[in-house]
């Protein structure tokens, strides 16, 4: 079973950096994609940035230039660098590991969720 452990949420003012973590733990099973979404107040679930294990990486606009996804194989933590921090980007984030499982299943789980809140 593939487990994922988030860290480094907080509290921060406007135009300052954080740093997130997400740590992969379990067994047989070998990752395809590593992600972060986040979820603000009465909004829907957005793609905030995605790496693939070839290090394709794609971000939504609205952190492109600010955030900096990043992955470190041998400890499978994926990190998500943010600088310039916004108002707007006050949510809850969310890892997300796409994996394929030792019975060569394809699945998805996600992490527990971080609140990131930047004040102005």
């Known amino acids: 079973q593939v487990q994922l452990v988030e860290s480094g949420g907080g509290l921060v003012q406007a135009g300052g950096s954080l740093r997130l973590s997400c740590a992969v733990s379990?067994?047989?099973?070998?990752?395809?994609?590593m992600g972060w979404y986040r979820q603000a107040p009465r909004k829907q679930r957005e793609l905030v940035a995605v790496?693939?294990?070839?290090?394709?990486?794609n971000y939504a606009d609205s952190v492109k230039g600010r955030f900096t996804i990043s992955r470190d194989n041998a400890k499978n933590t994926v990190y998500l660098q943010m600088n310039s921090l916004k108002p707007e980007d006050t949510a809850v984030y969310y890892c997300?590991?796409?994996?394929?499982?030792?019975?060569?299943?394809?699945?998805?789980?996600w992490g527990q969720g971080t609140l990131v809140t930047v004040s102005s």
């Open positions: 997300n590991v796409q994996y394929r499982a030792g019975d060569y299943r394809y699945l998805g789980v």
């Open positions: 379990g067994s047989g099973f070998s990752i395809n994609a």
């Open positions: 790496i693939t294990t070839s290090g394709s990486i």
